[in-house]
């Protein structure tokens, strides 16, 4: 079965102190990998899409990254307004429907 | 542009009532999707669309029904709401994947939800 698995479910850290949000995927094949950061009250907003193995996508101080079996979006020197949930989804080959993870919540501290 | 947006932003109904939630967009994009939100789980397509005319049943259609007659419009009807209908729902709007790829939700834009609670 197709499955996408987000962890932790909640991280806290200090402004400045980087750290990473794991998206591990079960899935017969992958067409592509999406993250999408959400706010409290609104809807997602799309970051990053990885197609293959190795890719490294980067935006400001985030960057994805992707491997046969998971995702890593990092984040160097986070800020308070990096404060959100994000969203992890992937596109199977057997399936045109996006499996979404539960999403990480990241609360970042003044 | 407005982008995606999304009426009523709260909404109570009682058991057995039906309503519709509105979906608007203004960028030209010719797939649209809702999805619901539910604590704890990942988004779950409810219905979809590729263009004008053209809707399919996404992860979980029953008790919602919806229409496609314009390229910027896309309700959702809830028929005879129930509790298990309780949820944030959002609609998304994109722009087709590429053929090559073979990946039909590229990047999606998101309305603001409906937060929707049935008693």
């Known amino acids: 079965e197709d499955q996408v698995t987000q962890s932790p479910e909640a991280l806290r850290l200090q402004e400045g102190e980087s750290s990473s949000l794991n998206c591990s995927y079960t899935v017969s094949g992958l067409r592509g990998l999406f993250w999408y950061r959400q706010d409290p009250g609104k809807g997602p907003e799309f970051l990053f899409t990885l197609y293959s193995a190795g890719e490294e996508k980067e935006k400001e101080r985030l960057k994805a990254t992707l491997t046969k079996k998971e995702s890593f979006l990092h984040i160097t020197a986070p800020k308070p307004e990096d404060s959100a949930t994000y969203l992890c989804?992937?596109?199977?080959?057997?399936?045109?429907?996006?499996?979404w993870g539960a999403g990480t919540k990241l609360i970042i501290k003044p | 542009n407005a982008g995606v947006t999304q009426t009523p932003k709260f909404q109570v109904l009682k058991t057995g009532q039906s309503m519709t939630l509105q979906c608007a967009q203004d960028?030209?994009?010719?797939?649209m999707s809702w999805y619901r939100q539910d604590p704890g789980m990942g988004l779950r397509l409810i219905h979809y669309?590729?263009?004008?005319?053209?809707?399919d049943q996404g992860e979980v259609p029953n008790g919602y029904n919806v229409s496609r007659s314009t390229t910027e419009d896309f309700p959702l009807r809830l028929l005879s709401a129930a509790p298990s209908q309780t949820s944030v729902y959002f609609c998304?709007?994109?722009?087709?994947?590429?053929?090559?790829?073979?990946?039909?939700?590229?990047?999606?834009?998101f309305g603001p939800g409906t937060r929707l609670t049935v008693l």
């Open positions: 989804a992937v596109h199977p080959d057997s399936n045109y429907q996006l499996i």
């Open positions: 669309s590729v263009g004008a005319g053209i809707t």
């Open positions: 960028m030209n994009h010719e797939y």
């Open positions: 998304a709007s994109s722009r087709p994947g590429t053929s090559g790829r073979g990946i039909r939700f590229i990047e999606q834009f």
